[in-house]
């Protein structure tokens, strides 16, 4: 478990990622993106949600995109790309899900600083299993080699998806009092890496070393664990029980449960024990709780919102995947909080 009152150490920003810096390009960009169409094709809402919605008709159709980021790294160390292709399927789909949108159709995109088949064909290995577990189309993608540009290789993806108008989930009904549910990960997932690797370079272990109480066969193999799906069982979910909010836990940990509604707050006083492989990165930088937890999803990949009378309903429908459980409510008045741990606030994502 993170270490009560650690305070020194590396930080996110000092491994070259500077959330604030981040939020400030994006508000840039945004603010020169105005155009939109009218009618069939018009935004809709949530704005600052887990993926971009427009009308087509009595649908929403839902568009999201992200990449694998610094873990293909890792996966160039050790020579194993067969999995990061789950991750780049599952940071698409498990974001798109959040607003009780249904992925449909996935396309990649590999940029290649020279031609490589090998590579090439254990990612679409990791594609392909994602896919059929998320029940997605891979309906297509591009390759760019781009020698000037990259001197590894880059994979992201987009996902769209569909959902009834009058379905999609924006967080408009959730309340304090309705019940956080916390879905485990499997691991880093894929974020963080940028501070994994310099934590890691740090303490000058090796990614093929065997570490006490790592599942994996290796600290590689550990980092390399691809990031959990949740689209079926969400799905499931959204059929049998009122769920007010759904969040990814991605880069930005847990604070990404105030992207479900501005102004309603989260008591976490149950949190799900981190894995070990935290515990380890924490001891290698002496990194603060409070970065640990807004950095990594320190072992809750996923959580629902739903109301009090819904709990058991939900837990069932959740369990026959995952070991889910309640791990605290929706509060009046904004942040995110972890009683457990101290310092461990957050006042906004």
């Known amino acids: 478990m993170p270490r009560q009152g650690a305070c020194l150490g590396l930080t996110y920003k000092q491994a070259g990622v500077d959330h604030a810096g981040k939020i400030s390009a994006i508000k840039a960009l945004v603010s020169e993106v105005t155009f939109a169409r009218r009618g069939r094709g018009a935004p809709i809402g949530p704005k600052g949600g887990f993926a971009g919605f427009v009308r087509c008709g009595d649908l929403a159709i839902a568009v999201c995109t992200d990449s694998v980021g610094t873990k293909h790294l890792i996966a160039r160390a050790l020579n194993k790309f067969d999995t990061i292709g789950i991750d ?10 959040c607003h009780a949108a249904e992925p449909l159709a996935f396309v990649d995109y590999l940029a290649l600083a020279a ?8 990612i679409g290995v990791g594609l392909n299993r994602a896919a059929r577990e998320s029940n997605v189309t891979l309906v297509g993608g591009e390759t760019a080699i781009v020698p000037d540009l990259l001197r590894e290789f880059d994979l992201s993806g987009t996902a769209v998806g569909v959902a009834p108008l009058s379905k999609v989930l924006d967080g408009r009904h959730a309340r304090p009092g309705d019940v956080l549910i916390g879905i485990p990960s499997s691991g880093c997932h894929s974020n963080g890496f940028s501070l994994i690797r310099k934590l890691v370079a740090r303490e000058g272990v090796s990614l093929r070393a065997r570490l006490p109480g790592l599942p994996a066969r290796s600290l590689g193999l550990e980092f390399l664990t691809p990031t959990r799906l949740y689209v079926r069982p969400v799905l499931e979910l959204l059929r049998r029980a009122e769920v007010t909010g759904l969040a990814h836990i991605t880069g930005g940990g847990l604070r990404n449960l105030l992207r479900i509604r501005r102004g309603l707050g989260f008591e976490v006083d149950a949190p799900i024990a981190p894995p070990r492989i935290f515990d380890y990165l924490q001891e290698w930088g002496e990194v603060s709780d409070r970065e640990m937890y807004q950095t990594f999803n320190m072992g809750t990949g996923f ?47």
């Not at 031609?115 to 254990?122: T, V, W």
């Open 115 to 122: 031609p490589d088949p090998g590579l090439a064909r254990a």
């Open 88 to 97: 780049c399927v599952a940071m698409n789909v498990n974001d798109m899900v």
């Open 303 to 349: 959580c629902a919102l739903v109301r009090p009378r819904d709990e058991e309903a939900a837990l069932r429908v959740l369990r026959r995947a995952f070991p889910a459980r309640v791990i605290g409510t929706a509060t009046r008045g904004g942040g995110v909080r972890i009683p457990s741990i101290r310092g461990v606030r957050y006042d906004e994502y």
